[in-house]
Every structure is written in structure tokens, then in C-alpha cells.
């Protein structure tokens, strides 16, 4: 089993950054795959990023270059830079970790991301 527990979430005015965390523990090693999902309100959850554990990365649209993701294998901590916030930014994310490039296996519980305009 996996647990994934996000961090980092806050309050922020547009234009502003935010790191978000996700340490995983349990049996990291069997992991492959992480991302990052948002869920605003009334909205469907979207995937934000992710990254493989050879580091390939990928982007939604909306928010290419504007956040990073990144992960330290040896920490099992996955991370999500994100600058030049808008408000349309403004969701709950999530964490998401897969064994195989099948679909996500494990979710945190989510972090709230408010920013005002």
C-alpha cells in the first residue's frame, strides 16, 4: 500500500507562487508514475502534471509554463512549482501515484489552492 499526503496549499493573490508537496510512503519503490490533479468547484477533475520516474513530464495546457513538476526519488516527495497564479487556479489538488501508465492507484487527500484576483 501507498499513503500520499499534500502540503503546501494556500491562500494567494494572482501573479503569486505556490509549492505544493506530496510525500509518499509505504511501498514508494513500486511507484512509477505521479501527478497532480485540480478539482474546482463544480468542475471535473483535470490533470494539472505528471511526471514519470524517468522524469518525462507533461503539461495541461492551461498551465504550461507556469508550473513545474518534479520529484526526488530518493525522498519519494513529489513537487508542484506553480507561478503567475490566476484565480481561475483556485481548486483543490490532489496527488496521484501510479505503478503503471494504466490509470492512478492512489490519491491524497487533497490541499486547497485559493487565489484572489
Known amino acids: 500500500q501507498v499513503q500520499l499526503v499534500e502540503s503546501g496549499g494556500g491562500s494567494v493573490q494572482a501573479g503569486g507562487s505556490l509549492r505544493l508537496s506530496c510525500a509518499a510512503s509505504?511501498?514508494?519503490?513500486?511507484?512509477?508514475?505521479m501527478g497532480w490533479y485540480r478539482q474546482a468547484s463544480g468542475k471535473q477533475r483535470e490533470l494539472v502534471a505528471s511526471?514519470?520516474?524517468?522524469?518525462?513530464?507533461g503539461y495541461a495546457d492551461s498551465v504550461k509554463g507556469r508550473f513545474t513538476i518534479s520529484r526526488d526519488n530518493r525522498k519519494s516527495i513529489v513537487y508542484l512549482q506553480m507561478n503567475s497564479l490566476k484565480s481561475e487556479d483556485t481548486a483543490v489538488y490532489y496527488c496521484?501515484?501510479?505503478?503503471?501508465?494504466?490509470?492512478?492507484?492512489?490519491w491524497g487527500q487533497g490541499t486547497q489552492v485559493t487565489v484572489s484576483s
Open positions: 509505504g511501498s514508494t519503490s513500486r511507484l512509477n508514475f
Open positions: 496521484a501515484a501510479a505503478l503503471y501508465d494504466m490509470g492512478w492507484d492512489y
Open positions: 511526471i514519470s520516474r524517468s522524469d518525462n513530464t
